[in-house]
């Protein structure tokens, strides 16, 4: 048994140093998953990828789900928590009461070098992930294991309990429903 695997554990009985512990182990880890995240959001969140984490952070002690069994479960849980912000960003960007109908401005120069999304794109992606997962619930945990967390096929393939053949498979589908449901 790793020793994240052991901290998640002690950590899941209440243990505050262990979570501590647990998020300085995985700091890189969560790092690389909000910047993927943040990248695919494009210029739309005002966060950068240590506040994406921190907030995260906040909303897993918030949640008191610390049930993690290894590192994988934990970080495809970091990576739909962090889907969820920038989801929860989003739609309150687009309240009226919030200014939604102004453009929005930002002083970071690093927004010239990512892809260009709209705020309705990643409300549609969302959705679509939503009705796949009221569908195939094993297809859209593929689709945010690998999409939005960024972890490998044999990784998905271990937290899931299948093939990686099986997360292939998978994959092809999810990809294929959320492309005719976007078009």
Do not use: C
């Amino acid at each position: 048994m790793s020793d994240i695997t052991q901290l998640l554990r002690a950590a899941q009985d209440g243990d505050r140093q262990a979570t501590d512990q647990v998020m300085a182990l995985l700091y890189a880890d969560l790092q690389r998953l909000a910047r993927r995240r943040l990248q695919q959001a494009g210029h739309l969140t005002l966060l950068d990828p240590t506040g994406l984490v921190h907030e995260s952070y906040l909303r897993l002690q918030a949640s008191g789900q610390l049930a993690f069994p290894d590192r994988k479960h934990f970080l495809a849980y970091a990576a739909k928590v962090m889907h969820s912000i920038v989801i929860d960003l989003v739609r309150s960007r687009q309240a009226e009461r919030h200014g939604g109908g102004l453009e929005q401005l930002t002083l970071n120069t690093a927004v010239a070098n990512l892809p260009p999304q709209g705020d309705e794109q990643i409300l549609r992606v969302h959705e679509a992930l939503e009705e796949l997962a009221a569908l195939e619930p094993r297809l859209a945990q593929v689709v945010e294991m690998r999409y939005f967390g960024g972890l490998l096929e044999s990784e998905i393939a271990e937290s899931l309990g299948v093939t990686e053949r099986t997360v292939q498979r998978d994959w092809q589908k999810a990809r294929l429903f959320l492309s005719m449901s976007l078009s």
